[in-house]
């Protein structure tokens, strides 16, 4: 596995969760990371995408002001701050190596998936 994600579970609309991806082998330090995410019956959408380097992040308008994206170099790991959770925000989250250095709105720019974390936001 060379993405793993975690830090998914059970939390009430209005609550938080943070998100973590860690690259366990260091192969992606130079990589762009994003965070998509999938609910059921629904195709897998942007959340948010941040540089190599953690200099410059992009987030999906449904997201922006609510959810925070930061990189820990020192630990290889990216995290997703989810602040006031919605309904609509209940979906498995995937975190992603993109082929880039700055990462991508596009999931056909993502080499390497991790294997999802589940989100539920009850209401």
């Known amino acids: 596995v060379q993405l793993q994600a975690s830090g998914g579970g059970l939390v009430q609309a209005g609550g938080s969760l943070t998100l973590s991806c860690a690259d366990y082998?260091?192969?992606?330090?130079?990589?762009?990371v994003g965070w998509f995410r999938q609910a059921p019956g629904k195709e897998r959408e942007f959340v948010s995408a941040?540089?190599?380097?953690?200099?410059?992040?992009t987030y999906a308008d449904s997201v922006k002001g609510r959810f925070t994206i930061s990189r820990d170099r020192t630990r290889n790991t990216v995290h997703l701050r989810m602040n006031s959770l919605k309904v609509e925000d209940t979906a498995v989250y995937y975190c992603?190596?993109?082929?880039?250095?700055?990462?991508?709105?596009?999931?056909?720019?993502?080499?390497?998936w991790g294997q999802g974390t589940l989100v539920t936001v009850s209401s």
């Open positions: 082998r260091r192969t992606f330090s130079n990589n762009g």
């Open positions: 941040i540089a190599w380097n953690g200099g410059s992040s």
């Open positions: 992603a190596a993109a082929r880039s250095s700055v990462g991508s709105m596009l999931p056909s720019e993502y080499r390497y």
